[in-house]
């Protein structure tokens, strides 16, 4: 260890479940996937992270030997990294036993099913990203699509739930080390995933945008269409394992269609209007004047995006005279962004906000506020505030600017 880059960041791996559903008849990470076993195809997504990290694989006890050869292989120069451990009689037991082999360098730890076997690097960084950005737990939250009714126990349907409000939860899960193992040593029931035992030690934790492709397998119907995944990604030559860097080496460059963008928007205050600021309400404060909500964080951040992806800008795309955008939020403007990137063939790859102004005071809020433009965009977004010494419009406290930079790839 004391010559290896030392990683802040670790993936507890928990495979030790044992599959019943799956009906393989073994433990359901060592159930073949394509050529390879679901195991192994879930180190993948873990070993092609940007960040190095401690990885633990949490296993049945009678398979900690092969698991050990599965992790040679998967690792490659990254072995180092790598240790095996048995699981315990349940999934909090087995994550209790990784958490206790973590390195003393680690800060942040994600927890993740080994049966999300095609779960992409790129929703570990998110919520490593996010993780250590707000210092709150994350996990990955998909919409739910289906009509959700709630029942009794004959099966008598009670009430329909409003879906808006519920989201499908996912791995990798994020937390900050040391709160994570103080939830764990407090917790005194088991509860169904990490989130839900953070969170009852009475830590925040929040949702950042999930991915199709980190779906579980736990019944032969889940492996089968898994298994059309990796063929289809076989016939089209998309090789998505990671090339196994030297550990401290940089990964290769693969080559990305990455642009960039730039927004302003400034918008006066207006005493008799609500105040809408980086998509959050502000009680008792002065509003900002605009077609719109006057929100000029949420405003930026349309510009630079559609700017980095050459789609023109917000007054183009959502012009003033259109009377289906007055007094629209700021997360309408956001979403309708994101759909036409999607069209063109992008996604966000990350948004930095900067305000310049002498109200409100963003500091006690600027977490919530990055935690809902997070969810909004589905990329980290951070924001941070300024004034600017009592010179200008902003400095006299007539309004607000925002000025926002943003990242996008080719999808």
Same mark, same amino acid.
């Given at each position: 260890?004391?010559?290896?880059?030392?990683?802040?960041?670790?993936?507890?791996?928990?495979?030790?479940?044992?599959?019943?559903?799956?009906?393989?008849?073994?433990?359901?990470?060592?159930?073949?996937?394509?050529?390879?076993?679901?195991? #192994? /195809?879930?180190?993948? =997504?873990?070993?092609?992270?940007?960040?190095?990290?401690?990885? %633990? +694989? &949490?296993?049945? !006890?009678? *398979?900690?030997?092969?698991?050990?050869?599965?992790?040679?292989?998967?690792?490659?120069?990254?072995?180092?990294?790598?240790?095996?451990?048995?699981?315990?009689?349940?999934?909090? #037991? /087995?994550?209790?036993? =990784?958490?206790?082999?973590?390195?003393?360098?680690?800060?942040? %730890? +994600? &927890?993740?099913? !080994?049966? *999300?076997?095609?779960?992409?690097?790129?929703?570990?960084?998110?919520?490593?990203?996010?993780?250590?950005?707000?210092?709150?737990?994350?996990?990955?939250?998909?919409?739910?699509?289906d009509t959700i009714k709630r029942i009794d126990d004959e099966g008598h349907v009670l009430e329909t739930?409003?879906?808006?409000?519920? !989201?499908?939860?996912?791995?990798?899960?994020?937390?900050?080390?040391?709160?994570?193992?103080?939830?764990?040593?407090?917790?005194?029931?088991?509860?169904?995933?990490?989130?839900?035992?953070?969170?009852?030690?009475?830590?925040?934790?929040?949702?950042?945008?999930?991915?199709?492709?980190?779906?579980?397998?736990?019944?032969?119907?889940?492996?089968?269409?898994?298994?059309?995944?990796?063929?289809?990604?076989?016939?089209?030559?998309?090789?998505?394992?990671?090339?196994?860097?030297?550990?401290?080496?940089?990964?290769?460059?693969?080559?990305?269609?990455?642009?960039?963008?730039?927004?302003?928007?400034?918008?006066?205050?207006?005493?008799?209007?609500?105040?809408?600021?980086?998509?959050?309400?502000?009680?008792?404060?002065?509003?900002?004047?605009?077609?719109?909500?006057?929100?000029?964080?949420?405003?930026?951040?349309?510009?630079?995006?559609?700017?980095?992806?050459?789609?023109?800008?917000?007054?183009?795309?959502?012009?003033?005279?259109?009377?289906?955008?007055?007094?629209?939020?700021?997360?309408?403007?956001?979403?309708?962004?994101?759909?036409?990137?999607?069209?063109?063939?992008?996604?966000?790859?990350?948004?930095?906000?900067?305000?310049?102004?002498?109200?409100?005071?963003?500091?006690?809020?600027?977490?919530?506020?990055?935690?809902?433009?997070?969810?909004?965009?589905?990329?980290?977004?951070?924001?941070?505030?300024?004034?600017?010494?009592?010179?200008?419009?902003t400095g006299r406290g007539e309004g607000v600017t925002a000025v926002a930079t943003a990242l996008i790839?080719?999808?």
């Amino acid at each position: 260890m004391s010559e290896l880059p030392e990683p802040t960041v670790a993936v507890i791996v928990v495979a030790a479940g044992s599959g019943t559903r799956l009906g393989a008849g073994i433990a359901k990470a060592f159930v073949g996937l394509g050529d390879r076993t679901i195991l #192994e /195809s879930s180190l993948d =997504g873990v070993f092609g992270m940007v960040e190095p990290a401690q990885v %633990v +694989l &949490v296993v049945p !006890a009678d *398979r900690v030997g092969e698991a050990q050869t599965i992790a040679r292989g998967a690792a490659g120069r990254a072995v180092d990294y790598v240790s095996v451990v048995a699981g315990g009689d349940s999934r909090q #037991e /087995s994550v209790a036993r =990784g958490l206790a082999t973590l390195w003393p360098s680690v800060r942040t %730890v +994600l &927890v993740h099913d !080994a049966a *999300r076997a095609l779960t992409p690097s790129a929703l570990f960084d998110a919520v490593v990203a996010f993780v250590e950005r707000t210092g709150w737990g994350a996990v990955p939250g998909l919409a739910v699509a289906d009509t959700i009714k709630r029942i009794d126990d004959e099966g008598h349907v009670l009430e329909t739930v409003d879906r808006s409000t519920l !989201a499908a939860v996912q791995t990798p899960q994020g937390f900050p080390r040391a709160a994570l193992i103080e939830a764990y040593r407090a917790a005194d029931r088991e509860y169904t995933d990490d989130a839900a035992l953070y969170a009852s030690a009475g830590h925040q934790v929040a949702t950042v945008p999930g991915e199709a492709l980190a779906f579980k397998i736990t019944t032969p119907w889940d492996a089968e269409r898994a298994e059309q995944v990796i063929a289809k990604r076989t016939a089209t030559g998309a090789d998505l394992k990671p090339s196994h860097p030297a550990p401290g080496a940089a990964a290769p460059a693969a080559p990305l269609d990455i642009r960039t963008g730039i927004g302003i928007d400034v918008h006066a205050f207006a005493a008799d209007a609500p105040l809408w600021l980086a998509g959050l309400h502000w009680p008792d404060q002065p509003g900002l004047s605009g077609h719109s909500d006057g929100d000029p964080v949420a405003h930026a951040i349309v510009d630079a995006l559609l700017s980095a992806a050459g789609l023109g800008d917000i007054g183009s795309v959502f012009g003033t005279d259109d009377p289906r955008f007055a007094g629209a939020h700021g997360e309408v403007f956001l979403a309708a962004c994101i759909e036409r990137l999607a069209e063109a063939g992008f996604v966000p790859v990350n948004v930095a906000v900067q305000i310049v102004g002498n109200r409100p005071r963003f500091s006690a809020r600027r977490l919530e506020a990055e935690a809902l433009l997070t969810g909004l965009v589905g990329a980290p977004v951070s924001v941070a505030a300024t004034t600017s010494d009592a010179l200008g419009f902003t400095g006299r406290g007539e309004g607000v600017t925002a000025v926002a930079t943003a990242l996008i790839r080719r999808s």
